[in-house]
């Protein structure tokens, strides 16, 4: 089973569930990046499933919130570390409809690489004040 995660805004999470690239059940919920984890284990319990039953994951990795995207591929890339699970990146407009974007993530193909995100434009770095 693949766990799915849409996490491009700051104010909501997109999470579903798929088996042979067909999304099976999936749910937006409110949640602030800080609270990925929970939201994920939330809803594999509400599932009546753990992170023991994920064989892959799939992951907006852009455009969006810079803090929504690093969250979740933080805990993206730390699960694939730990459990050695094959990971799938797709880019998603914001607008794309929840449908779409979780249908190309359970097809996306998976690797075992480190996935980054992608912020659709060059990062913005303050310059030190210091000198």
């Known amino acids: 089973m693949r766990l799915l995660i849409r996490a491009q805004d700051i104010a909501w999470t997109t999470i579903g569930l798929s088996e042979h690239g067909r999304v099976k059940v999936s749910g937006r919920v409110d949640s602030r990046p800080e609270t990925i984890l929970n939201a994920v284990l939330d809803f594999l319990r509400r599932e009546k499933t753990d992170l023991q039953a994920i ?38 407009g914001l607008t794309e409809a929840d449908r779409t974007v979780l249908g190309r993530l359970a097809r996306a193909r998976a690797t075992k690489k480190t996935l980054q995100p992608s912020y659709g434009r060059k990062a913005m770095i303050t310059k030190s004040k210091r000198k």
Do not use: C, H
Not at 72 to 90: C, E, H, K, M
């Open 55 to 92: 064989d892959s994951i799939g992951i907006v990795r852009g455009v969006g919130s810079f803090t929504s995207l690093r969250n979740s591929l933080t805990f993206v890339n730390t699960v694939q570390y730990v459990r050695d699970l094959p990971i799938a990146g797709v880019v998603a």
